[in-house]
């Protein structure tokens, strides 16, 4: 079964650090590219970032870009977000998704349960 | 480039025939992806490639369109369909959302 697994969310102070995992089992990890979207309270599902198969590709959000790097270890199967500098509009449940097909095929599929990021004063 | 959704809400009544539009602000050809997402849970994948249905989705549900006009349908809503349906570009970064269309019931 196709199952990804996040972890890593906490409450963090405004400007703090965190690092969230995504465990990947099931599949073929390197064979897929990955990506983080999140959802804040109240909000619409945002588009975070993504990573191609080796890492040697990834895009950024405008509102994450220098704050926030996306990462993985295809030894570990898994994939990383380090987030730093965080700010009060970082709150959200994060999930990760791999990257089915290619070309206009692509899309997000499956989606891990989501891991929560609470940033506080 | 930027995806809109109108309407924000959608109410409705179990049995009726559901259209949720989305527009991209650039030419996406077919690269248009949809989501259901309920509360507390994952999003899930309906429609890929602007009309190709997922494996395991119902066949209420289909996918139209291509260039800068797309349309979700849902042909007769089942009280499981009560959600938000979000759509997504996916023909260069950023691989934006469109902001979703919450259907709820009438």
Known sequence: EVQLVESGGSVVRRGGSLRLSCAASGFIFDDYGMSWVRLAPGKGLEWVSSINWNG?????????????????????????????SLRDEDTAVYYCARVDGSGDLRRFDPWGQGTLVTVSS | IQLTQSPSFLSASVGDRVTIPCRASQYIGSYLAWYQQKPGKAPKLLIYAASTLQSGVPSRFSGSGSG??????????QPEDFATYYCQHLSSYPFAFGPGTKVDIK
Request: proline share 0%; net charge positive; hydrophobic share 30%.
């Open chain 1, 56 to 84: 040697g590709s990834k895009g950024y959000a405008d509102s994450v870009k220098g704050r926030i790097t996306i990462s993985r270890d295809n030894a570990k199967n898994s994939l990383y977000l380090q987030m730093n």
């Open chain 2, 68 to 77: 800068t006009e797309f349309t979700l349908t849902i042909s007769s809503l």
